[in-house]
Structure formats: C-alpha cells, structure tokens
C-alpha cells in the first residue's frame, strides 16, 4: 500500500485548515498580541499594487506560525472564502513524500476549484524544491498570495536571490522586543507616549518634558530585568516557571536548529563541532572573536570550518554577527567579528547560569546584546549596516554598537553599571565632536532609572544618556507607529 495517496494528504488537509469547517480560527493557535513583523507582512502580502509572496524568517520559537495564523483570522475576518485558505506545515513526515504541486493539485481538485488563494506554507524549507516551485506558482497563478516561514535563513536568501527576484522578499523575525514583550505579557503601568516621539531625538526635548517621560518609564525597569533573564521568546515569556523555560529554551530552540536543522540544511558532518562553536560564542557574546585563537582552543579545527559554522549559526537566527564600521579613515579588519547570541536568555539558557541579575558583568553583556539585537532589528527594512568601532592605533578606543547610514552614522555606548563614566577623550565624546563624520545620534545606555540627560561635553552633536529599559521601550513605541503608520 502506497504511503501517499490523496486521501492521506486530504485527512492531513484538513486537520490544517479547522476553519474549512466551522469558519473561524481556534484561539489556541491565534494570540491577541501582534508582533510588528505581522503588520510588514500583511500591507505586503495585501499590496495592491506589488504582488510579493511572503517569507518569514527566524529562529525557533518566535511566533512565526501565530504570526500565519493570525494574517488567516483577519482574511476571514475579511469574509474571504474560507476554503480558499490553505495552510500547510512541510514539517509533517507524510509531505516529505510528495511535491508542492501535487499537495496543490490535491486541494484544488478535492477542496476549492477557485484560483484566489491565500496560501501558508509553514517550514517551507523541508519543501522538496521549495524555491522553484514558488517562482511557478508566482508565474503562472496571478490570483495566489503566499506567505511563508522558514528557521533557516540560508536557505531562504539563497533562493530569494536565485529565483525570487521580484517575486517574493524575506521578513526577518527576531525575538520579541521589550516593548512587544510588555504587551505580550500584560504589563499594567504602560505608559502613553506621543507617535512623535523618537528615541535618538531625545536631546531635543526640554529638560521638564525629559524628566515626566522617565518618570512615566521608570515602573518599567522591573519588567526589564526578567525580560533579560526569559528572553523574547512568546512562549516562554508567558510561561510562570522561569527555571523550566530556560529548559524548554534548550531543548527547543537550541538542540533542534544544533542537532537537526543547520546539520540537515547544511550537510553539516561533525554537529559535535558545531556546538562546540555555538558554546565558544556563547561564552564571548558581546566580544571581538579572533578566529585563529578560536580555532586552536577548539582542537585546531580548521579556520575555514570554523567561518562556515558561524555563518550557518547566524543564518539559522542563533546569532548575529558584528562587522567593523569604518570611521574616522581607518581601514578595518573584516576577520575580526563581534558576536552576539540572538536572545540573551539563549545564553543563558545554554550556560545554565543563575542569579544573572546581581552579577554586574553578566548583566553588561546581556545588555548590549539586547541593544544590538534591537537596533538590528529596527534598522534592516533600511538596509543598514549595524557594526561597531575599535580605534586601536595610538590608545585602544571602541564604540558597541555603529548603526551606518548613507548619511550619517548612530553611535552607542553601553554602558550599564552603577557609575557609568564617560570621559573628554572616549571615542563616543570625540566621534560625536567630529567634523568628518556624519553623526546623526550618541547615546549612552545607562543602568539606573535616573541616569539620563545630555552629558556635559562640549560636542557637536549632543551625547545623551538613556537608561536601557527606557531605550529600548521608546525603541519599540517607534517601529510600531512606523508599522501602522500613526506618524
């Protein structure tokens, strides 16, 4: 007996898709809470004007299949036929037996003979030939709207750029923002903000509209230090035991993408090296990774295997990397990354460490890694280079995080400690008084709720301190009123 035949794939069908019987989404698989990757993929998806299938893409446990079930509520929501909404997740074994253009021809023959489909395909990575057949079904099926996810970025650029061109475009969707994570989780003392308001613009308001806003924000440093500590994934954010999501975290998040995904996608031989490298990086978040000295602590593995493992890592959504930003004339060395872990409480989750909170180093690092993270993420629809500066001839000088515009150039310093000094001659007071480069933005993240305000240096462009939770919080207010268009 056949393992496929259309009457397995058309139980399987129907399993997916609930609302081709009762018309609705059940609430276990739609949240109330949007992630703000959700209103990029709907005007998208939606566009009137430009037809772009959707990818999705991100690490585990982001809330990638919400996000398509979510898009599948509004559409009926919409009154759009509900058997003309097909979802699909190839991570199931049964459809690693069969192409997307025979599953296709199986749900228009049995299902809907209509050709306006709002299509989900979940895991489209597992998908025998994925790439290709979205470029058919783009080509010759006018009337279809895909949206798409994928944990395996790699994969899903590599066929955006061979074959997608003009079809389809990849959405990037990191863990949740703090601000995201505060709505998720229900924090009562949210504050009401003005859609104006912009968080690299803060020296330009007066001293009393300065201090009603931190006061306003203060309430929200609490919340801040357990986001650190669980991390942004949805899941586990709502979950009530820490200690056990941090289990979940590993054997979910981490093992999976380790242990299958990178090694399947990638042909990986060696996954006992591959996590080798993941737990070097882990123990260096938020450092200047020298590979030779990486590679002879990691039993002289060779270079080249070692490059290749933190591409795959960072490609599979578990880490990002850092390049050197040139600044000031100075030519740099693209050998010497910066590595951080894509989540904070991914590291911690891998290290097992405990009483993170009341370790003032451990709390530097997962500070600047939670900044970097969210101003990658709130800066790639621009196409941005997010990297950091070292000076190191003459007395060694470096700024964390360099977000580089074709016009100018954001600068940030963390600086998350009880006395954060900032002296005449660091590189952030003398980049900020710079007449070469264009600098649009300083800012010093603090730790303590009062700590803010325009230090006193006398520099062209204002270099002002914020503390980490406001930052991040006023951070996310802003790419939600740019998602919804309030500004």
């Known amino acids: ?74 559409l009926l929501q919409q009154k759009v036929e509900a058997k003309n909404i097909l979802y699909i997740s ?27 489909y709002y299509l989900f395909f979940d895991e489209i990575q597992y998908a025998a030939d994925w790439e290709m057949w979205l470029k058919v079904f783009y080509d010759t099926h ?37 601000y995201e994570y505060c709505e998720l989780t229900g924090v009562s003392e949210l504050p009401k903000l003005d859609n104006g308001l912009k968080p690299t613009a803060l020296s330009g308001l007066k001293k009393p509209q300065l201090n009603t806003l931190m006061n306003r924000l203060m309430p929200l440093q609490k919340h801040f230090h357990r986001y650190l500590t669980v991390g942004g ?26 242990k299958r995904d990178i ?51 960072a490609r599979a959504n578990l880490i990002y990397i850092s390049n050197p930003v040139n600044m000031d004339g100075k030519k740099v060395l693209k050998a010497k990354p910066k590595i951080y872990i894509a989540d904070a409480a991914i590291r911690n989750a891998v290290l097992m460490l405990d009483n993170v909170l009341l370790d003032p180093v451990e709390m530097g690092m997962m500070v600047e890694t939670s900044i ?62 710079s007449e070469k480069e264009a600098i649009v933005a300083a800012l010093v993240i603090t730790k303590r709720p009062e700590d803010y305000g325009i230090m006193p240096h006398e520099t062209k462009v204002p270099v002002m301190r914020v503390p980490a939770h406001a930052f991040l919080y006023l951070l996310g207010h802003a790419e939600k009123v740019g998602y919804l268009g309030l500004r």
């Not at 199931?92 to 296709?104: N, R, V």
């Open 233 to 258: 994934f949805p899941e586990l954010a709502l979950a009530k035991d820490d200690y056990y999501a941090q289990r979940m975290l590993r054997e979910d998040v981490v093992d999976k993408v380790l």
């Open 142 to 178: 006018p009337g279809w709207r895909i949206a798409a996810t994928g944990s395996a970025s790699p994969v899903l650029a590599q066929g955006a750029s061979d074959s997608g061109v003009g079809r389809w475009s990849v959405i990037h969707v990191p863990t949740l923002s703090f």
């Open 1 to 74: 007996m056949p393992i496929v035949t259309p009457e397995n794939i058309l139980k399987l069908l129907y399993a997916y898709n609930p609302w081709w019987r009762d018309g609705s989404v059940p609430t276990e698989y739609s949240k109330p809470a949007k992630r703000f990757a959700y209103y990029e993929a709907v005007k998208m998806l939606q566009h009137t004007e430009i037809k772009r299938h959707v990818i999705l893409s991100g690490a585990r446990r982001v809330g990638k299949t919400t996000l398509l079930f979510q898009i599948v509520e509004m």
């Open 372 to 433: 970097y993270k969210h101003l990658a993420a709130f800066y790639y629809r621009n196409r941005t280079n997010v990297g950091y500066y070292r000076k190191t001839s003459g007395t060694e000088k470096e700024i964390d995080i360099v977000v580089e515009f074709p016009a100018g150039k954001i600068i940030t310093e963390v600086k998350y400690r009880e006395n954060a000094e900032i002296r005449e001659n660091d590189a952030i007071v003398e980049m900020a008084n």
């Open 263 to 313: 090694p399947s996608l990638f042909s990986v031989r060696n996954a006992a090296v591959l996590e080798k490298v993941f737990l070097y990086l882990c123990f260096h978040s938020s450092n200047i990774i020298n590979i030779s000295a990486m590679s002879k602590e990691l039993d002289n593995t060779p270079v080249v295997t070692v490059l290749n493992y933190i591409q795959f890592l």
């Open 90 to 116: 190839f991570d199931h074994p049964l459809l690693k037996f069969c192409s997307m253009d025979e599953i296709m021809s199986i749900y228009q023959t049995n299902v809907s003979a209509d050709d306006n």
